[in-house]
T-cell receptor, first 111, second 112 residues
Framework: DAKTTQPPSMDCAEGRAANLPCNHS???????VYWYRQIHSQGPQYIIH???NNETNEMASLIITEDRKSSTLILPHATLRDTAVYYC????????????FGTGTRLTVIP | GAGVSQSPSNKVTEKGKDVELRCDPI?????LYWYRQSLGQGLEFLIY????????KSGLPSDRFSAERTGGSVSTLTIQRTQQEDSAVYLC??????????FGPGTRLTVL
């Protein structure tokens, strides 16, 4: 699976949009971009994934650049409960395989 | 429906003792994964099961670690002769054959 690079930490004001970047310049054509988050003392939680089109669900939006070398996870209205470590992972979709979690971005939502 | 459950939530043991950690995956999920997370670290893959195929044990750190999955559902991770460096949160996840993994709350293992 391709390596990803994320900033180690970010702050965001409550109610504002949180934009979390991820670089994955070595991504292959059949690799998807997945985002998970881990709130303190809990297991990781799936957020969203995409291949090349932008995706949106009830939790977040995922914007993938046209060359697929980077992406941004957007939490449109951050709340204090969104404070967590966010992991960007690239992986093939076919066949179950383990996830490689890097160090992620620690997002702190500030009141 | 019910998510992935793990038991116990916390386990304290003495060095040299054996421990068993249990994972109940989401019903119908054919894939099951074990990871561990040391304090302040990312997740470390241990083992994964997919249907009736032979498990991928490539992440197990030593032969003291083993896991089984009975009837394609419940899984048990066993650590023999525990060492202090085994202290970590052990996380289980399950998924359909393809798609996102759903994680349990983890078991926090402390080896004294």
């Amino acid at each position: 699976d391709a390596k990803t690079t994320q900033p180690p930490s970010m702050d965001c004001a409550e109610g504002r949009a949180a934009n979390l970047p991820c670089n994955h310049s070595t991504i292959s054509g059949n690799e998807y971009v997945y985002w998970y988050r881990q709130i303190h003392s809990q297991g990781p939680q799936y957020i969203i994934h995409g291949l090349k089109n932008n995706e949106t669900n009830e939790m977040a939006s995922l914007i993938i650049t046209e060359d697929r070398k980077s992406s941004t996870l957007i939490l449109p209205h951050a709340t204090l409960r969104d404070t967590a470590v966010y992991y960007c992972i690239v992986r093939v979709q076919t066949g179950a395989n383990n996830l490689f979690f890097g160090t992620g971005t620690r997002l702190t939502v500030i009141p | 429906g019910a998510g992935v459950s793990q038991s116990p939530s916390n386990k304290v043991t003495e060095k040299g003792k054996d421990v068993e950690l249990r994972c109940d995956p989401i019903s119908g999920h054919t894939a099951l994964y074990w990871y561990r997370q040391s304090l302040g670290q990312g997740l470390e893959f241990l083992i994964y099961f997919q249907g009736n195929s032979a498990p991928d044990k490539s992440g197990l750190p030593s032969d003291r670690f083993s896991a089984e999955r009975t009837g394609g559902s419940v899984s048990t991770l066993t650590i023999q002769r525990t060492q202090q460096e085994d202290s970590a949160v052990y996380l289980c996840a399950s998924s359909l054959e393809i798609g996102e993994q759903f994680f349990g709350p983890g078991t926090r293992l402390t080896v004294l």
